[in-house]
């Protein structure tokens, strides 16, 4: 089964620096990735999305994201962090085949400091 | 594009009654929609799939007789808790796929459960 780790449950960063959040993920081949935003009380966006082709991508809002097959990781970057940044970020591994099912990472909470 | 709502956004119920909890692809057709349940502070623990004009596919450890879901049109999928009880308090979060290939989910604001 598949399964996702995010070890940060919560980072603080001040507003203009550069970000990443951490995923490592666990699937028994390429697996289908996201990273996702969630404001409080609110459903999740999709902020990118790696199926295959180069392994770094792009999203909204600013974020990247690469792929590491070695490092079975799938970070989520920003140069320059807003204070509108701050949410809840949720990376996601979804399998290839059957119902495509997405598993959901824990979390890392945002926070933003001016 | 790919728009989904919920409906309520939040609702409080007593005890023992039951309530539905609406969800609508608002321009496109989902032939798959998802239920979620999430705990404060917590993830997203999928609840069930479901496939429109078939039965939910449920998650291990999951009711099906507490909470029924159908997804009787392309564009609709309503989960019902039936005799709920506090425990059942969460928030609950829909989402839809937009093609049988393409796995992302789009989500819906989801709908805050509060049983008294």
């Known amino acids: 089964a598949q399964s996702v780790t995010q070890p940060d449950i919560h980072i603080t960063v001040s507003e203009g620096a550069s970000l990443e959040l951490r995923c490592n993920y666990s699937?028994?081949?390429?697996?289908?990735l996201f990273w996702y935003v969630q404001s409080p009380g609110q459903g999740l966006q999709l902020l990118l999305k790696?199926?295959?082709?180069?392994?770094l991508v792009q999203g909204i809002k600013g974020f990247e994201a690469e792929f590491k097959r070695s490092q079975s990781s799938f970070n989520l970057r920003k140069p320059s962090v807003h204070w509108s940044d701050a949410a809840e970020y949720f990376c996601?591994?979804?399998?290839?085949?059957?119902?495509?099912?997405?598993?959901f990472g824990t979390g890392t909470k945002l926070q933003v400091i001016p | 594009g790919a728009v989904v709502s919920q409906h309520p956004s939040w609702v409080i119920c007593k005890s023992g009654t039951s309530v539905k909890i609406e969800c609508r692809s608002l321009?496109?057709?989902?032939?798959?929609m998802f239920w979620y349940r999430q705990f404060p502070k917590q993830s997203l623990m999928l609840m069930a799939t479901?496939?429109?004009?078939?039965?939910?596919?449920?998650e291990q450890g999951v009711e099906k007789d507490k909470f029924l879901i159908n997804h009787a049109s392309l564009t609709l999928s309503t989960l019902t808790v039936t005799s709920a009880h506090p425990e059942d308090s969460s928030f609950y979060i829909c989402?839809?796929?937009?093609?049988?290939?393409?796995?992302?989910?789009?989500f819906g604001p989801g709908t805050r459960l509060t049983v008294t």
């Open positions: 989402s839809a796929r937009t093609g049988t290939s393409v796995p992302e989910q789009y």
């Open positions: 699937y028994g081949a390429t697996p289908y």
């Open positions: 790696y199926f295959s082709g180069d392994t």
């Open positions: 996601a591994v979804g399998a290839r085949g059957g119902y495509q099912k997405v598993t």
């Open positions: 321009d496109f057709q989902a032939t798959t």
């Open positions: 479901s496939n429109e004009g078939s039965k939910a596919t449920y």
